[in-house]
């Protein structure tokens, strides 16, 4: 693997046979592989450069192995991943159980990774629709549930796949964008945040750099009688208890309001 810097870890998980490699290789090479079925070991990683608006992002894909004998070796792979891809066969109903397992693990051990779910050989059901073992409306409603993403895709034709992962960036620059929320009452059983009895600020870190060009500290010129604060930032951050500021704990941070309390989503 490079030291290439990535933006996004994209993990890609499923059951084997599902076309996870097939569908890597036709988003970062444009080509379908035609050939006996090869059995990823462990897991191959590939960097892929693309733009979103006027930023450019970096996604850093996992292609995992799907086989069961190889499950623990997966998890060290999704450990940390911004996003997930959780692949299944459109022809095979068992495929999508297995999905279920795969998002299962997600949830108990990275809460904060956005999945998206993705049903593989369309192409087949293009040459014959009763084919189709799963669903797209029951696959509608889990996903739903889980508040993940669906997309039917065949690496075959091409459907489907390059407006995936431009959805898994697009995501990724939403959440990453700049980011306000206003605190009331820091100050809070005691805990003074870094900022003196009287109110005056010393020095807020910001959790992230205030944009991606820059970073450090930011130094307040006056602070609200109030004691509300502002607090920008960019990039994705796991705990608000980081912070040191508030007790609650998120995942994520989208701003819902802009007032003297804090709205978290």
Not at 46 to 69: N, P, Q, Y
Not at 84 to 106: G, H, M, P, Q
Not at 114 to 126: A, F, W
């Amino acid at each position: 693997m490079s030291g290439q810097r990535v933006d996004v870890k994209v993990v890609m998980l499923g059951k084997e046979y599902v076309g996870k490699t097939s569908l890597v290789e036709r988003y970062v090479h444009d080509r379908f592989l035609v050939g006996p079925y090869q059995n990823t070991i462990g897991a191959a990683f590939v960097a892929k450069v693309m733009c979103v608006g006027d930023r450019t992002v970096t996604l850093g894909i996992w292609d995992t192995a799907g086989s069961e004998r190889y499950e623990a070796m997966s998890r060290i792979y999704y450990r940390g991943a911004k996003a997930a891809i959780v692949c299944y066969d459109l022809t095979d109903s068992s495929s999508f159980e297995r999905a279920k397992f795969w998002v299962k693990e997600l949830r108990s051990l990275e809460e904060g990774c956005q999945i998206y779910l993705c049903g593989t050989k369309s192409d087949l059901l293009e040459e014959d629709r009763r084919r189709r073992r799963v669903d797209f409306h029951d696959v509608q409603d889990y996903a739903d549930n889980i508040k993940a993403q669906l997309f039917e895709t065949s690496s075959k034709t091409g459907q489907s796949v390059d407006e995936l992962f431009q959805k898994v960036a697009e995501d990724y620059v939403s959440v990453a964008a700049f980011q306000v929320m206003t605190v009331t009452s820091l100050v809070d059983r005691g805990q003074r945040c870094g900022f003196e009895p009287e109110g005056k600020p010393l020095l807020l870190q910001l959790l992230s750099s205030l944009s991606h060009d820059s970073s450090g500290p930011v130094e307040l010129d006056e602070f609200p009688e109030r004691l509300d604060l502002t607090l920008v930032w960019a990039g994705m951050v796991k705990r608000l208890s980081y912070s040191r500021c508030l007790s609650q704990q998120r995942w994520h941070l989208p701003v819902l309001a802009h007032g003297t309390e804090a709205v978290l989503g």
